[in-house]
């Protein structure tokens, strides 16, 4: 099955800082790769996708970048702020296909990014 | 729009207990199901998936198992909790294919003392 690992566990930037998060995939089937934001308490949140037939996607501050041939994709936000604090996961997964198993996300352990004021 | 319930938000169990944690989605129909489990605020671990009505597949095994008796109603329950059940319970969505987006529900955090 698939597997997914993400670094760092734990990153600390000062405000207005970028960050970069970073996760490698063993399957090369997957090419649906989501990143979620999880709050202190609260349920993960979707912040931005990426599938495979893009290099690059961004959405204001963030964007996700994406290279199939070393199996790894990372997560860049800039102009860090206080308000970006959580933990982060990525996960991978098939994007099309039949059985069950292809239905599944598998996620990274997660990030705690902090953004010091 | 689509909404996803859980409840109870909090719970505190006595091990040995039985358990029953309740997902509901409104607003989309035959969505594949999830459970997850979040210990010690961390990792995302999958329990249970279901892609239909009675279909559940199982990712570990433990005490814990699925029902899915209607199409948008998901449940996750044990006989007899344990200390290590505790955690923070998730349950997700996904739209049917070709999209795999999942999304979570506010969760239900459960202390078994």
């Known amino acids: 099955g698939e597997n997914v690992e993400q670094h760092p566990s734990t990153l600390s930037v000062q405000e207005g800082d970028s960050a970069v998060i970073k996760c490698t995939y063993s399957d090369s089937a997957s090419n649906y790769f989501p990143w979620y934001k999880q709050e202190l308490g609260k349920r993960p949140q979707l912040i931005i996708d990426i599938r495979s037939n893009v290099g690059e996607k961004k959405d204001q501050r963030i964007a996700v970048t994406l290279n199939k041939t070393a199996k790894h994709f990372s997560l860049h936000i800039t102009e860090t702020q206080p308000e970006d604090s959580a933990v982060y996961f990525c996960a991978a997964s098939p994007f099309l296909g039949s059985g069950g198993s292809n239905y599944k996300l598998t996620f990274g352990k997660g990030t705690l990014l902090t953004v010091n004021p | 729009s689509q909404t996803i319930h859980q409840w109870p938000a909090t719970l505190v169990q006595p091990v040995g207990s039985p358990l029953s944690l309740e997902c509901t989605v409104e607003g989309t129909s035959n969505p594949n199901l999830y459970w997850y489990r979040q210990a010690a605020g961390r990792g995302l671990q999958l329990l249970f998936y279901?892609?239909?009505?009675?279909?559940i597949s199982s990712e570990v095994p433990q005490n814990l198992s699925a029902s899915r008796p209607q199409d948008r109603q998901f449940i996750l329950s044990s006989k007899k909790l344990l200390l290590s059940d505790s955690g923070f319970y998730l349950c997700?969505?996904?739209?049917?294919?070709?999209?795999?987006?999942?999304?979570f529900g506010p969760g239900t955090r459960l202390t078994v003392l």
């Open positions: 279901s892609v239909g009505i009675g279909q």
């Open positions: 997700a969505w996904a739209p049917i294919l070709p999209r795999n987006e999942q999304f």
